[in-house]
């Protein structure tokens, strides 16, 4: 079974610093996609980055930024120079190439931007 | 551009009521489309998707259903509530890039009281 773990359920960091979210996955498949989403307190969710299994390259979006290790099954998400705005719920996601109707999500972390 | 509506916003129903929920796609034709549940600080259920138009698939067993009656409209609908069908309902549409990303409405906060 395709899982996603966030093992940090709240974290906090002072505007203008960066901090990185952990994200693991359990996977067997090769080809698959990883998402970051943001969920604000309005609730929406608003995708913040993304990344093709095959690419070896790191995405970055702006403030945003991605560790991706492969074979560790790991999927981080950097944010430089913290924003007040920055502070909402993050979820990991997944999705296998071969099975796009069915995007795993983990439990998300809270993430807090003190002033 | 793409946008996705839901409504409405909030919604309170009495135990055993009717539900129905919309969801409208506008700036693409044929989207995927899904619904998800979020329980409270929990993450995405993904409950029904549909490929096109009378096409639906259930994710998991429960008190809900949902119909695709037109290219762009979603709707999730109960017959008779339950307690345990409150929580916040979003709906999405997948993208027709190469990441197969998903977009998502605003959401429906229901409340079964």
């Known amino acids: 079974a395709q899982t996603v773990t966030q093992s940090q359920p709240e974290m906090s960091v002072q505007e203008a610093e960066t901090v990185t979210l952990s994200c693991t996955y359990d996977?067997?498949?090769?080809?698959?996609?990883l998402f970051w989403y943001k969920q604000p307190p309005s609730r929406q969710m608003i995708l913040v980055i993304r990344?093709?299994?095959?690419?070896?390259q790191n995405a970055t979006e702006n403030r945003f930024s991605v560790n991706f290790q492969k074979a560790a099954k790991s999927f981080s998400l950097k944010i430089s120079d913290s924003q007040l705005g920055d502070t909402a719920m993050y979820f990991c996601?997944?999705?296998?190439?071969?099975?796009?109707?069915?995007?795993?999500f983990g439990a998300g972390t809270r993430l807090t931007v003190k002033p | 551009s793409q946008t996705i509506h839901q409504w409405p916003a909030t919604l309170v129903q009495p135990v055993g009521s009717p539900l129905s929920l919309e969801c409208t796609v506008e700036?693409?034709?044929?989207?995927?489309l899904y619904w998800y549940r979020q329980a409270a600080g929990r993450g995405l259920q993904l409950l029904f998707y549909?490929?096109?138009?009378?096409?639906i698939s259930s994710e998991v067993p429960q008190n809900l259903s949902a119909s695709r009656p037109q290219d762009r409209q979603f709707i999730l609908s109960s017959k008779k509530l339950l307690l345990s069908d409150s929580g916040f309902y979003l709906c999405a549409w997948r993208g027709s890039g190469g990441y197969h990303e998903q977009y998502f409405g605003p959401g429906t906060r229901l409340t079964v009281t």
């Open positions: 996601a997944f999705i296998m190439r071969a099975r796009l109707e069915d995007m795993r």
């Open positions: 549909s490929v096109g138009i009378g096409q």
């Open positions: 996977t067997s498949e090769s080809n698959y996609y």
């Open positions: 990344q093709e299994a095959y690419k070896q």
């Open positions: 700036g693409t034709s044929n989207p995927n």
